[in-house]
């Protein structure tokens, strides 16, 4: 079935670092992949998503590449500020039909002064 | 512009009882789905409802059904709840169930069973 993997947390990165956090995916099908973030008591906002192989999502600074050949999906970000600090989610949707999102297990970041 | 609602906030339960969820869509959004959150994992894909139908199911048991009004909103409702059913429940909306992808997510109900 569809899952998606990414890396364990949490992450912590001093304000201005650089910052990656790693997604793989597998799914059968043509998925749009997803990010979405969760900040503290709040329900998840989409923060960027890709269509097909080789797009580009990109929002607030945060950017990732549909990377078909290595079934991957990376979120980068070249500065990050401490109201990033958040919990990252990549997910794959459309999959096998539908819009069903399949998540991964999510990321904490933290961004300390 | 109204985004997706939940109520209640926050509930709290007894093994072996029953609770229902609601959900109002974004405006302008017809079809509905409900996750489950367990604390510190991502949400899991329950059931998705569009024209009072329900649409896709993920792997859940039968304890759980909901039921899609009219208006576009949704309940969820948990039958024989267990301690594991104590998990944050999402609501997501959006317009259309296969090629409009993205969802818009509510603040959640937190459950708690006891």
């Known amino acids: 079935g569809d899952s998606v993997t990414q890396m364990e947390g949490p992450v912590t990165l001093s304000e201005e670092a650089f910052l990656t956090i790693n997604c793989t995916y597998t799914?059968?099908?043509?998925?749009?992949l997803f990010w979405y973030v969760q900040y503290p008591g709040e329900g998840l906002q989409l923060l960027l998503k890709a269509t097909k192989a080789d797009d580009k999502g990109s929002n607030k600074g945060f950017e990732a590449t549909y990377r078909k050949e290595t079934t991957s999906f990376h979120l980068e970000k070249g500065s990050v500020q401490v109201s990033d600090s958040a919990v990252y989610f990549c997910a794959l949707g459309g999959a096998g039909g539908g819009n069903k999102l399949t998540f991964g297990t999510g990321t904490q970041l933290k961004v300390e002064l | 512009d109204a985004g997706v609602t939940q109520s209640p906030t926050h509930l709290i339960k007894t093994r072996g009882q029953q609770v229902t969820l609601r959900c109002s869509p974004k405006?302008?959004?017809?079809?509905v789905s409900w996750y489950q959150q367990a604390l510190g994992q991502g949400p899991q894909f329950i059931f998705q409802y569009y024209e009072e139908e329900e649409r896709q199911r993920g792997n859940f048991p039968d304890r759980f059904s909901g039921h899609q009004f009219p208006n576009y909103s949704s309940e969820l409702n948990v039958n024989a709840l267990l301690l594991g059913d104590s998990a944050l429940y999402l609501c997501?909306?959006?317009?259309?169930?296969?090629?409009?992808?993205?969802?818009?997510f509510g603040p959640g109900t937190r459950l708690t069973v006891t």
């Open positions: 799914a059968t099908g043509y998925p749009s």
């Open positions: 405006s302008g959004h017809d079809t």
């Open positions: 997501a909306s959006s317009l259309g169930d296969r090629d409009s992808y993205e969802q818009y």
